[in-house]
């Protein structure tokens, strides 16, 4: 599964982007953030405050109960604000 951070997420966890196989038990969005916050301090400090967190399946939004299965690119960004 490919992960994407874009903006401060990307700051903080020090990458732009890592391929990842998360356990099988990791089946949904929110599992998959409590998963990654144990990778590492970065990981920790981007998804502590999940409200400013927006996650994307496969270029779709997606909520906390959102499957992973047969995902392949999960996006991973703060919230998108425009003028």
Known sequence: MQLVYFAW???MVGTDAETLAPPADVTTVA?????????????????ADRSRIRVAVDQQF???DTTLAGATEIA??????GG
């Not at 991973?76 to 604000?81: H, K, L």
């Open 62 to 64: 997606a909520g906390p």
């Open 9 to 11: 997420v990307r700051e």
């Open 31 to 47: 599992a998959l953030l409590d998963w990654l916050a144990g990778r590492s301090d970065g990981h920790a400090a981007a998804l």
């Open 76 to 81: 991973i960004f703060p919230p998108v604000t």
